[in-house]
């Protein structure tokens, strides 16, 4: 079945550092690939998200790629600050009306 | 952020009990959806409602019922779980139903079966 892997589970970077995560999905049809937060209690909240006909999207600190030949995309998050720190999940769309999510990466980011 | 709103935040219930989770958004979305979030594992889709309408059932167990009066409220009912049962059940809301239609979450009910 479809299914979208996550890496790495955990990530641990240095306050100013960078963070990379990445996704691989296998449904070919999918184009729509949205990022989720989730801080500690709280809800996932979108955080970026990109379509099939783009290759990069940028929102100041946070960047996503694509690359729908080799399926797969990640989430940039450059000038990492402390409160950068949550699980962060990728997900895919499959079907007409489904999203597929990653297991999820927990970022910790130290003074 | 109060545009999903969930109720109750925790619910404890014994096995034989009966129990309802609400969920209610205030953005104007036609489609809402049930996830269940459990340790370590992906966020698993349970269902989905598209202008109230059931459109996806994701082979869930029967002890699980749906219910969307309407495009605003969605509600979990909920009889005779099992221990595996525990988890945090989020709702999410989008303007319609297609898959690339952005998701809005709720904070989630943390249900504990005992």
């Known amino acids: 079945g479809e299914n979208v892997e996550q890496h790495p589970s955990t990530l641990s970077v240095q306050e100013g550092d960078s963070a990379v995560i990445k996704c691989t999905y296998s449904?070919?049809?999918?184009?729509?690939f949205p990022w989720y937060k989730q801080e500690l209690g709280k809800r996932p909240q979108l955080i970026i998200d990109i379509r099939s006909n783009v290759g990069e999207k940028k929102d100041q600190r946070i960047a996503v790629t694509l690359n729908k030949t080799a399926k797969h995309f990640s989430l940039h998050i450059t000038e990492t600050q402390p409160e950068d720190s949550a699980v962060y999940f990728c997900a895919a769309s499959i079907q007409y009306n489904k999203l597929i999510f990653g297991a999820g990466t927990r970022l910790a980011v130290h003074p | 952020e109060t545009g999903v709103t969930q109720t109750p935040r925790h619910l404890v219930m014994g096995m034989t009990n009966k129990k309802s989770l609400k969920c209610e958004q205030h953005l104007g979305h036609n489609a809402m959806y049930w996830y269940k979030q459990s340790a370590k594992k992906p966020l698993e889709l349970m269902f989905v409602?598209?202008?109230?309408?059931?459109?996806e059932n994701n082979s869930v167990p029967s002890r699980f019922s749906p219910e969307c009066p309407n495009s605003s409220h969605l509600f979990l009912h909920l009889h005779t779980l099992q221990p595996e049962d525990s988890a945090l059940y989020l709702c999410a809301s989008s303007p319609g139903q297609g898959a690339d239609q952005p998701q809005h979450f709720g904070d989630g009910t943390r249900l504990s079966i005992l």
């Open positions: 449904d070919s049809a999918s184009n729509y």
């Open positions: 409602y598209n202008f109230k309408e059931q459109t």
